[in-house]
């Protein structure tokens, strides 16, 4: 499974932006899609995570209320509409995954995008 993906930029606090995830090399819909993030000097950790049909997402707590994953079978694609972004989203954001069931740990997760970064400024 390749992962693209795109979408990221600078952007000021409280303002929004989506990320997209293209996927290519597997059926798409027999994927779990996840978004992890890695700031500086920080481990990688959980954003979001979405199931085959779409029909069922987790947020990490700092993103909830704030961030929405959504998918496009048709299209092979994974989103991350991000609003009321805050200094602390600053990170590069990769896409990931996994064939496997609900899984929140990014070693869970067979596949991974390039990262795209995301920098809020005060």
Known sequence: VQLQAFGG?????GGSLRLSCAASGRTFSSLRMGWFRQAPGKERE???TINR???STDYADAVKGRF???RDNAKNT???QMNSLKPE???VYFCAARAGAFATYSRSYDYWG???LVTVSS
């Open 68 to 70: 929405t994953i959504s």
């Open 89 to 91: 989203d600053t990170a």
């Open 46 to 48: 959980f954003v979001a």
């Open 114 to 116: 390039q990262g795209t």
């Open 53 to 55: 049909s779409g029909g």
């Open 9 to 13: 930029g600078l952007v000021q606090a």
């Open 78 to 80: 994974v989103y991350l």
